[in-house]
């Protein structure tokens, strides 16, 4: 099983868009924009770092990085969620993390998160060279796990990663956003799977 993180494992922290679009001040939106093309630039390997330092310069933002871009990434975990996946692997069955991010803030789930006593793999779109929705995202991973593609179900937010997902054979499902444990146990249940 491969899970997304963001809006099905974790979430935003509450008030996270508003410390972020502060230091754009009066340009707040245009800031705010900017920041998000940064992310997404970068998603499939370039550093986030540099992109958004180049961001700041543009804003005239003297505070170094570290001071604008929350040092957890305002991630907030969802315990039942992860508990959720813990009881999947308790079942036999191998479960990995499948994201979108960039370097510094996919850096950071790896080695703070605690996601490796969690999951069995994770795959992270900038280190694999794709993002999803691409078909390649996908293949990388079925390349690296060596399960064929209906062997697999993957549980994602977005309505275009599931698709794309489903393009190559993989067992789709969209997860209501903040669906929870209860929207988890209806997905699985068609897959004849009970927590």
């Known amino acids: 099983m491969l899970f997304d993180a963001d809006g099905v494992i974790q979430g935003a922290r509450h008030g996270w868009m508003e410390e972020l679009t502060a230091w754009g001040g009066s340009r707040a939106e245009e800031f705010l924009l900017a920041v998000a093309a940064a992310d997404v630039a970068c998603l499939t390997g ?7 330092r180049e961001v700041l310069r543009q804003f005239e933002i003297s505070a170094p ?3 604008v871009v ?3 990434f305002w991630i907030e975990i969802r315990p039942p969620m992860l508990d959720a996946v813990r009881a999947v692997r308790d079942l036999g069955l191998r479960c990995g993390l ?13 080695n703070s998160l605690g996601f490796e006593s969690i999951f069995d793999e994770q795959f992270y779109s900038f280190e694999l060279g794709f993002a999803k929705p691409a ?4 293949q990388a991973i079925m390349d690296r796990i060596a399960v064929a593609p209906n062997r697999v ?3 994602d937010d977005h309505d275009g990663n599931v698709a794309g997902a489903r393009e190559i054979g993989i067992n789709s499902e969209l997860f209501p956003s903040d669906g929870g444990v209860a929207a988890l146990t209806q997905i699985l249940a068609r897959y004849g799977i009970r927590l």
């Open 153 to 155: 179900l993957f549980i």
């Open 98 to 110: 499948a994201t979108n991010q960039q370097n510094l803030r996919g850096t950071y789930m790896r």
């Open 46 to 52: 370039e550093d986030f770092g540099a992109a958004m």
């Open 135 to 138: 078909a390649g995202y996908f």
């Open 65 to 67: 990085l570290e001071e």
């Open 70 to 72: 929350d040092r957890q």
